[in-house]
């Protein structure tokens, strides 16, 4: 068995008092990609920058792509590719020449090959000489992607990479994120959307600096145990009333003209659901567990219970 991309153990990250990084354990094998979840704040960005090597942390160990995160910055840095939040270009330089001041940076010789090569790999040939600033969003994020992996990095970090794109460009984007991982590049990937989430091998959720759930999306989803009923009919608006707190009801969400309604109960949910369906003339039945109910929960759970 070949050894994994990644593999750490006990991560922990202090800024001053506070711990925001607290003992997260992760191990991401060769060609997978790994979503990164969890809310605003969760220390998402600074584990994955611990594991970029940008980031000394202050407890914990392990190896990234063979290297020590601690003893070997250097060697790892330059074999990641690391897409920012907030990656820049040049507005007012074209694609090509972004691509080739990024080329000069990691010092890639000839650098004429390099940015060909890699307009290539992600179809940006026919815009080489479009300026950087004129591009509409879903292009940029490609065009910060193909600036990220222009050395030919091992392993991928990429950041909330489509926030603000539309969903045509982020199917693309993540068709591209499947195209390199075929071709042996790690790929971790933190992000908010469900839909990407569940094109991810795997996901870890984390949450006030603590890794709380981790699998394959399927497995997430069974591990919450959380059991889900859909009430429909003419008046959803007040069974939402009646259930939100009630015995059993842990969320209450609409959806079109459904009501979601989640709890980890699944006998009280039930006898509560239909009761608030027969008072109010509407019909209950039994639905799918999402994803997206799973991280609801896991954030309640979380603010319940803060570290
Ligand atoms: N250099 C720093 N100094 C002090 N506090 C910091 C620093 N970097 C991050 N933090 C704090 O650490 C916590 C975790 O931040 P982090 O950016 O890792 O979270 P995140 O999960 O990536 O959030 P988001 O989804 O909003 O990007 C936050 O409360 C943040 O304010």
Redesign the pocket.
Known sequence: MTAPAISVTGLTKR?GART?VDGVTLSVAKGEIMGFL?P???????TIRMMCGLLEPDGGEGRVLGHDIRHERRAIKRKVGYMT?RFSFYEDLTIAENLNFVAGLYGMKPARKAVRDTLADLGLTARRDQLAGSLSGGWKQRLALAACIMHKPDLLMLD?PTAGVDPKARREFWDEIHALADGGLTVLV?THYMDEAERCHRIAYISFGHLIAQGKVPQVVRDAGLTTMIITGPKTAEAARLLKGALGVDQVAPFGATLHVVGTDAELLKKTVEKVARDTGNAAADSETSLEDVFIQLMGESEDTPT
């Open positions: 800024f925001v969890g605003n704040g969760s220390g998402k960005t600074t939040q909330e933190s």
